[in-house]
């Protein structure tokens, strides 16, 4: 059936494991139909532009359901709702150019996300900016360095010289982790608490194990299993100078709307056709009817994925952004002159208050992320939901802003979400997921972005 | 020549990619014929400078038509125009200079032709240089040509101030360690900076007493690196340095202005912290290393015979060296002997 | 990975050098053409091929790159280059053709481009480095013309490119590097001036250049490189030290550095072979007494049979 409706693959939802599947199968000259009913690019790894939430919402705190993400053909849950909160309505900016992303994640300088845009070249569609780990807040109400680095260890002055080499210790045994009698000692510490297998194998001093677990793991309570946090750490360590001295990438105006933009895009530039905002009445095995009624057919039908992490539990995640007044250079790292355009700061439990044994993890993103005017910033705090977690996010955002070295320093808007932990995954995972169902509609894998390149023009 | 990857074609591929190359060996072999008709009519119009342009776009190391385009200016540019003039047409020249050192950032040719035009030129802007340098060294710490113009620049600067810029100099290299110190690099010229500031101060009593405080600061930030990462060779290159031990012929600066007593002792404090450290990562091969020299100098110094006990200890010391670098079993077999002749004398 | 010494194949590789004009990179070498004549000379030799070197070719070609001043360039046409020259003089000594050319312009040549402090330049515009004063130290030796340079001043010259390591830099005040040590020592040697040196100190750092593959760095905390064998180990054969490094690791790393497909040697396994990487492998596993190789001295890079028929 060689007509016009029917394809090799139907992709429904433009999430980054679809939007990379999509680019792979037009790499491999399939025909490649990608449909989203939302009328942007990403599902939840996309953004919305802060005029759509404050259009719905005339007196600026109802809840905004439209802004609902839809995803197709699929059980995962769709986002939930987003309410807004205007706190200085009459201080907002202009409203164009703030972008807000649904779930903000970073790239791992060193992963297979970013691989495969150097290798693809699709990262000529992005402006890619580091994103550094700054600063803790750690349990002895003392912000401190995220230790991320030999020359971090070797600067802290605060440090004793035996502290010194025990940490490096721990770091050189990350870089050594897949050695066969590491694997060999490690299984039986896998599934268990990572504070338990810190304590046991290295003597760290409080504060370096805290950045450690709540900084470089970005854990958001003390359960993170040892499997997990070491899979973090060795990435971190891995990306770290890759590029430079920063291991997270993100790219300007929301990273994961841009990625996905970016995939479609290169996938459109191989023959693949897209269509937004389309309703899709049913979803069948081979075939899918849009909503006019028209019916469309396919060998393989994607529906839209969730990325699946059996080691991560299914808890609900509080986050909150918020549109900030001020340039706030105090949350940014200093290099030379330069400012970073965007950071990581970390809460330790209990550092915020006695009572509240859950971390929250703040990401901040200035002008130079382009997701916000000159002179504001976005500041992206999670925590685990409980019933304290908005007193939580509330003492972080005081404790940013006597931080944030601005005198008119002012939350003006905030809004709220609560999101699938499981959204969380890092990117890489995406590239893993895609990878795997590329493999289930070719039959293999080894096609995976394959290209004969070596002819590619070098006139330049 | 160096980190080009092999990259194997087939046959067709081959084919493809000569008969690419076909037009484009062409265009530059015409290239170089017009080059070489040029120079044998001693032709140094102005003119030629696009040809000469057209051919180190193709190729920054063919130093004959750097010379060329030289000779070029010298004839029949500089002659003709205003001084303000000749500072535009280097400052321009400059430009293009700096557009191949990012590409090329490890050729001799390039660099050369950038000094002959800030050589030449009236007005040469030392310190746009000095920034250029920091550019070179950020995007490769070690670059040794990098390191090589820095030192350069520095001391036309110098010359223009009649000021010494050590203390920079030395600022400069204390961030590069920051930010990494396997950069010996940056450790070499330490020992440079550092000879030179000491030797500046002519009082010999302030000299005594900042040589005191400089050794001290430089071991502080030497223990750091050395339990940070014991393994790095950089750092222990440097520590034999600040122990004297790397001169057989004095003591190099920061220590000639000490007295024996005062060099034993610091010798026999670092002692100590290398045993810490030995027993802390007892496979070190740097602390049994050190240990032992170290050992020896404070013997050779004082004068005095190895006791009985010494002796023990550094042949394990060795024994251990020959098990955890049997790379180098040969010089620890030397070593072995030396201590032997020197114990038994 | 074959653990021996492709023989045939390196000489197939030699053989195809001169062959490439199909390929835009062998015009884009031509800065290196004398450069590449020599260290294909050494190869061959060094495989004990010296019988498959077209000597007429080789020496009309050198002799067409003599330019009026008495030095060489790396192609007619080109301009002359203290480097060029010394590479030609080596050519044709090896080939017994040094009577073809005057060898007291070249020596003058040689020695106008001393600078007052005993240091090289390179060439009338000026750019000195040691490398240049080891090329005139050496050409004029093989000319038989080392009493016309002004020795006590080169050697002094040297001794403060020597830093606390014991190893030398580039010229005064620069980092010890591989190279430079064996451009230094080698000039030291050939001028009979070893004594000044603190050989343990040097071969202290020499041996320290070893990394954990075998291969050799050129400076600490780099990687390593197969050249980086000749440059570390020539000096290490002059100041007797060999047994210094772990011979076994060198070989094995220097064979990784072999293209089992086309022959040739490049820096590390993994990128492009190039005849410099081809010629300075070889000369490095005849120091490390590679069975069946040709014994080179290391003072002069040329094979031993050469220097020691002109009583070198």
New interface residues.
């Given amino acids: 059936m060689q007509d016009s409706n029917s394809f090799d693959v139907i992709l429904l939802g433009t999430n980054l494991v679809n939007s990379i599947l999509s680019s792979a199968c037009a790499w491999t000259n399939l025909k490649v139909l990608h449909i989203d009913e939302n009328p942007f690019y990403g599902e939840v790894d996309g953004s919305f532009g802060l005029r759509d939430v404050l259009n719905v919402s005339e007196t600026g705190d109802r809840e905004v359901e439209n802004l609902c993400v839809k995803r197709t053909g699929e059980d995962a849950p769709a986002l939930q709702d987003i309410k807004v909160e205007i706190l200085e309505k009459d201080m907002l900016p202009s409203l164009k150019g703030i972008t807000i992303e649904l779930i903000p994640k970073e790239m791992y300088a060193g992963g297979s996300l970013v691989e495969l845009l150097s290798k693809t070249k699709i990262y000529k569609y992005l402006l890619l900016k580091p994103q550094r780990s700054f600063r803790f807040y750690a349990s002895n109400k003392e912000w401190t360095k995220v230790p991320e680095s030999r020359a971090d260890i070797f600067n802290d002055k605060t440090l004793s010289l035996t502290h010194k080499r025990l940490i490096m210790r721990f770091m050189k045994y990350v870089s050594s982790i897949d050695d066969e009698q590491n694997q060999e000692q490690l299984k039986q510490w896998l599934s268990r608490p990572f504070h338990d297998f810190l304590k046991e194998n290295f003597e760290l001093p409080q504060s370096i194990q805290e950045g450690i677990v709540y900084g470089l793991c970005q854990a958001l309570d003390s359960k993170i299993s040892t499997q997990r946090a070491l899979e973090k750490i060795k990435k971190y360590f891995q990306s770290f100078a890759t590029y430079g001295d920063y291991s997270y990438l993100i790219a300007m105006y929301g990273t994961g709307s841009e990625l996905c933009q970016g995939f479609c895009r290169s996938s459109a530039v191989m023959g693949g056709t897209f269509m937004l905002a389309q309703k899709v009445n049913k979803v069948e095995a081979t075939s899918v009817e849009l909503g006019e009624g028209k019916k469309l057919w396919a060998k393989h039908i994607v529906p839209s994925q969730a990325i699946k992490m059996t080691n991560i539990s299914e808890t609900s995640v509080r986050q909150r952004c918020l549109l900030v007044r001020g340039k706030c250079p105090g949350l940014f790292h200093q290099n030379l002159f330069l400012l970073s355009e965007a950071s990581q700061l970390h809460f330790v439990p209990y550092s915020l208050g006695d009572k509240w044994p859950n971390s929250v993890q703040a990401r901040v993103l200035g002008v130079g992320a382009g997701s916000c005017p000159e002179g504001y910033t976005l500041w992206y705090l999670q925590t685990l939901e409980c019933e304290y977690s908005c007193e939580l996010l509330a003492s972080a955002t005081n404790k940013l802003i006597e931080l944030s070295h601005s005198e008119d320093t002012k939350p003006l808007m905030y809004a709220d979400m609560l999101i699938d932990q499981r959204d969380l995954a890092d990117y890489d995972i995406a590239v893993e997921t895609a990878k795997q169902l590329y493999g289930k509609i070719t039959g293999s894998t080894d096609s995976f972005f394959q290209r004969d390149t070596v002819l590619d023009d070098d006139d330049e | 020549m160096h980190g080009i990857l092999r990259v194997k074609l087939n046959e067709e591929q081959k084919r493809l990619k000569l008969e690419k190359e076909k037009t484009k060996i062409q265009e530059y072999k015409g290239l170089i014929e017009q080059f070489q008709r040029a120079r044998q009519l001693k032709d140094y119009s102005s003119e030629k400078l696009k040809l000469t342009t057209e051919l180190l776009d193709w190729n920054p190391e063919t130093y004959s038509v750097w010379n060329y385009r030289r000779e070029i200016y010298l004839s029949s540019v500089f002659p003709n125009i205003s001084v303000n003039e000749k500072q535009d047409v280097l400052d321009k020249e400059l430009q293009y200079v700096l557009s191949k050192m990012k590409m090329f950032p490890k050729v001799y040719w390039i660099f050369n032709h950038r000094r002959w035009c800030l050589e030449n030129a009236p007005y040469p802007n030392w310190n746009y240089e000095m920034m250029i340098t920091e550019k070179l060294l950020s995007a490769d710490a070690r670059n040794f040509h990098g390191w090589h113009y820095r030192r350069y620049v520095v001391t036309q600067i110098e010359k223009q101030g009649n000021y010494d810029l050590a203390g920079k100099e030395l600022q400069y290299t204390s961030s590069a360690i920051a930010t990494n110190f396997s950069n010996f690099s940056a450790w070499h010229n330490r020992t440079k900076l550092l000879e030179f500031i000491i030797k500046k101060e002519t009082d010999p009593e302030l000299r005594r007493q900042l040589a005191q405080k400089i050794l001290q600061e430089e071991l502080d930030t030497i223990h750091q690196a050395a339990f940070t990462d014991p393994d790095d060779s950089s750092i222990w290159i440097y520590h034999r340095w600040l122990m004297g031990h790397c001169n057989q012929v004095g003591a190099p600066p920061i220590l000639s202005v000490l007295s024996t007593e005062e060099r034993i002792q610091y010798i026999a404090q670092e002692i100590q912290l290398l045993e810490e450290l030995h027993e802390l990562e007892p496979e070190n091969k740097w602390c049994c290393e050190l240990l032992i020299e170290y050992g020896l100098l404070i013997r050779i110094l004082s004068n005095q015979k190895t006791t009985k006990q010494e002796q023990t200890t550094w042949v394990s010391l060795i024994h251990t060296l020959q098990q955890v670098d049997p790379q180098r079993q040969g010089r620890y077999q030397y070593l072995l002997k030396k201590i032997e002749t020197i114990t038994n004398a | 990975m074959s653990m021996n010494l492709e023989r045939s194949k390196h000489l197939n590789y030699l053989n195809k050098l001169g062959q490439g004009q ?3 990179d062998f ?2 070498k ?3 053409h004398v450069s590449a004549i020599y260290w294909s000379c050494m190869s061959y030799w060094t495989l004990n091929k010296k019988e498959e070197l077209q000597k007429e070719q080789i020496v009309s070609f050198l002799l067409s790159c003599l330019t009026e001043s008495g030095g060489f ?2 192609y007619p ?3 002359d ?1 203290i480097t060029n020259t010394v590479y030609a003089v080596q050519v044709l000594l090896m080939l017994d053709s040094l009577d073809r050319i005057d060898r007291d312009k070249v020596a003058s040549y040689i020695i106008n481009l001393q600078n007052e402090d005993g240091s090289m330049k390179g ?1 009338r ?1 000026g ?1 000195t480095d040691a490398r240049f004063l080891y090329a005139g130290i050496n050409c004029l030796a093989l000319l038989g013309r080392l009493d016309m340079l002004n020795k006590s001043a080169a050697i002094d010259w040297i001794l403060k490119c020597r ?4 190893g030398f830099g ?2 005064p ?5 591989a190279a430079y040590v064996f451009t230094c020592v080698a000039s030291l040697a050939i001028l009979k001036q070893l004594d000044s040196i ?1 050989q343990d ?1 040097l ?3 020499l ?2 250049r ?1 990394t954990k593959n ?1 291969g050799l760095n050129g ?4 990687l390593p ?1 197969s050249c980086y064998g000749w440059w570390v180990l020539s000096p290490l054969a002059i100041i007797e ?1 060999l ?4 011979r076994n ?1 060198l070989i094995s790393f220097t064979l990784s550095a072999q ?1 089992q ?1 086309t022959g040739g040697f ?3 396994r ?3 072979p ?1 005849v ?2 081809t010629c300075f492998s070889l000369t490095a596993l005849s120091l490390l007494r590679y069975p069946d190789l040709e014994p080179i001295d290391a003072r002069f890079c040329l094979p031993l049979e050469v220097t020691k028929k002109y009583n070198l």
């Fill in positions: 199909d390929e835009l015009w884009l031509e800065h290196l360039a790396c046409g080109h301009d280059h060439d515009w750019e830093n606390f390591d014991g580039l010229c005040g620069a980092e010890t590097h603190d100190l071969g202290w750092w041996s320290e070893q075998g400076r600490p905390e780099k490189d030290k047994e210094w490094i772990d690791g293209d497909e490049s820096d590390r993994e990128d492009i190039d410099y990487h």
